[in-house]
């Protein structure tokens, strides 16, 4: 997995995507971005939402303060 500084979650290669039910998402090819701003009309996957509304985040380890 690889967060992308102020965007989404990448996941690349060999993984599996549940609900918190158990119930498997297809996720229809081996790399996928996952929403992490909350504003995608497709989550759990990226619409590019982050970029209008403006989500900032680090793309490495954030630290509390």
Same mark, same amino acid.
């Given at each position: 997995m690889t967060t992308c500084e102020d965007g989404p979650l990448l996941l690349r290669g060999s993984f599996a995507l549940l609900t918190q039910d158990g119930q498997a998402i297809d996720?229809?090819? @081996? !790399?996928?971005?996952?929403?992490?701003?909350?504003?995608? @009309? !497709?989550r759990p996957f990226c619409d590019g939402s982050h970029k209008v509304t403006g989500f900032r985040a680090p793309g490495g380890l954030e630290r509390s303060a």
């Open positions: 996720p229809g090819r @081996a !790399t996928v971005a996952l929403c992490r701003c909350g504003r995608s @009309a !497709t």
